[in-house]
């Protein structure tokens, strides 16, 4: 094997499994799990805020944690897990490409 032949660019990219995205049905799951963790600690904050006698500075940050957290929750589960792959490079194609006066079936 050639050792300069791992230094040349034009090489075609090799995908592998690892580059896929997850499944739309793993993704859902792990952004329903996510909003149901951040409801839970507002549910937390919401009760913390009522039942303990605490200083106001600190009912002030339970009272803001259960204010904030629903629109928090909302946003993360909206949001997809990755961004989608960026389109192909159309420019430069990895196959040699059949000669416009070549392309008759029969020539």
Request: hydrophobic share 40%; glycine share 4%.
């Amino acid at each position: 094997m050639n050792p300069w032949r791992r230094l040349r660019k034009d090489r075609p990219v090799v995908h592998q499994v690892t580059d896929a995205q997850p499944s739309l049905t793993d993704d859902v799951r792990k952004r329903e799990i996510s909003y149901l963790i951040k409801m839970g600690v507002r549910l937390v904050c919401l009760i913390l805020a009522v039942a303990v006698p605490a200083p106001w500075p600190v009912k002030a940050l339970f009272v803001a944690g259960a204010v904030l957290l629903p629109y928090l929750a909302v946003i993360g589960a909206n949001q997809r897990g990755h961004e989608p792959p960026p389109p192909p490079d159309l420019t430069s194609s990895n196959q040699n490409e059949i000669p416009r006066h070549r392309r008759e079936i029969g020539s």
